[in-house]
């Protein structure tokens, strides 16, 4: 063990009501501590994360953010990452990738609701699996965007959490 540490256990809170991403992103900012040596996660209650920490080190890297509080922090009609939609679901898809990346960031998650119609309006078989990525973003499920949506959304590396994100971009899945 690294010297000056002591093992340690802290709680992260949650915010009320989580989501999957909120603890996705909680687990994310955790684990970005290289002593971490357990998680704990319990309906209801914050993480209990057991670690080796510095004296003064803090677990959070940032304060708690739900899914609901960075889609309010993000203005999805932000004037430099819009785009015309073609009528071309798979057009519009990579048009929106490459403004966003014309930006300086990288899509990083892409967030469509469990219900989605995302594989009919993508022209993708019933069979595609939603755990998977697209275009090389995490593809992440939300109650909180309509089944006839996606949402993009970018950061400024390939390995930010949720709560790093800066920018995003709503697609409309028109006849799906």
């Known amino acids: 063990m690294a010297e000056g540490r002591i093992l340690t256990e802290d709680e992260y809170p949650l915010p009320a009501n989580p989501k999957a991403a909120d603890v996705a992103s909680a687990v994310a900012d955790i684990l970005r501590h290289q002593y971490v040596q357990k998680i704990v996660i319990r309906a209801g209650q914050p993480i209990k994360v057991s670690w080796h920490k510095k004296e003064g080190e803090s677990l959070f890297y940032r304060s708690v953010e739900s899914f609901t ?3 309010q922090r993000l203005d999805l009609a932000d004037p430099s990452v819009r785009f015309e939609a073609s009528g071309d679901p798979c057009e519009d898809l990579i048009r929106a990738y490459t403004q966003l990346q014309k930006t300086g960031l990288c899509v990083r998650f892409a967030v469509v609701s469990p219900n989605t119609r995302m594989r009919r309006w993508l022209g993708f078989p019933a069979s595609y699996p939603l755990h998977n990525q697209l275009l090389g973003a ?39």
Do not use: H, P, Q, W
């Open 138 to 176: 995490d593809i992440m499920l939300s109650d909180e965007v309509g089944d006839t949506a996606m949402i993009l959304l970018a950061a400024k590396t390939r390995t930010a959490v949720l709560a790093d994100t800066t920018a995003g971009l709503k697609l409309t899945m028109r006849g799906s």
């Open 69 to 71: 509080d960075i889609l």
